[in-house]
């Protein structure tokens, strides 16, 4: 597979809703940074939101801009961890579908 070169997106802003334990900002950003390496153009930031929508859901919601391109993913679970995961998961199909 093809990519960028990156092995890590540099500039990966995490935004938390304050009832998320800020323990979720850098396991957010170990999930996400590293999607760079899937990407095949330049991907040199990211924004994730994370909200509590419930008294046991977070949503995650998360941008990606690959040389330009917004790649999208969102996802609800009822823990952080869940969520990111699966936001992570969406982005790295989507790019892995951007080869194509």
Known sequence: ???AGATEIGNVVVELDGEIAEQARQYTR???APLARYAPQPTEFARVRLI???PRAIAVHA???VNGTPVVAKAEAATFEEAVDLVHDQ??????????
């Open 30 to 32: 170990d999930k996400i």
């Open 52 to 54: 509590r929508t419930g």
């Open 91 to 100: 982005l790295q199909n989507r790019l892995l579908k951007m080869h194509n």
């Open 63 to 65: 941008n990606l801009d």
């Open 1 to 3: 597979m093809k990519h």
